[in-house]
């Protein structure tokens, strides 16, 4: 495997927001082959974004406490035929991420040799303190660009939720065409392939 360190001009012309934690430019499949072989574990703190292999934000308590209350808050309103996975991986054409939360299609048995793709997710969620600035730029791109439906930003600094739609896909310039903040006495509705299956109190899930 041929590995090629980026120049400094070309990591900041790819993406600024992670331009200090770029390690080095890979493929999904050189990834996937890093991971198989053992050079990758699970213990390392990295993921793959937009083609380059970054380190993960630290997770506080009061992030993963959220974490925990957002899975278990969307457990309790799912209809049947979907479940969520909390910090797993989600693979899109050039990237790695792994959401703190996501809604995926089907059981947990249907993905023991595959992990979900764009297609098999109606949700993903972001859980901010020291990430924000990375989780409203190269990762909503990255969401924008896969089509995904439906991405929150829980922002801890701000107390409140920012919920993304409508995504434009692959592009010079992805984004969301629609975006809607949620303050703590709002509630958010959860919409899964444009319909509505509940409605979750914000504050119910900040700390």
Known sequence: ??????????????????????????????????????ILTEDD????????????????????GVTRLIRQALESILPPGWHVDTQEPLTTIDSEPEPDVMVV???????????PSPQDVALVVEVADSSLQRDCSLKKRLYAAAEIPVYWIVNLLDSQIEVYTDPSGPGEQPDHRQQQNYGPIDTVPMMIEGREVGRLTVRDLLP
């Not at 980026?6 to 200090?20: F, K």
């Not at 299609?105 to 993905?111: A, F, L, Q, V």
């Open 45 to 64: 703190p990295v993921e793959l974004l937009g083609g380059w292999l970054v380190t993960k934000r630290p997770k506080s308590p009061r992030r993963s």
């Open 105 to 115: 299609r089907g059981e947990t048995r249907h993905y023991l040799d595959r992990h």
């Open 1 to 38: 495997m041929s590995v090629t360190t980026p120049s400094v001009s070309a990591v900041s012309e790819q993406s600024a927001a992670v331009s200090t934690d770029v390690i080095w430019r890979f493929s999904v499949d050189q990834y996937h082959a890093m991971i198989r072989t053992g």
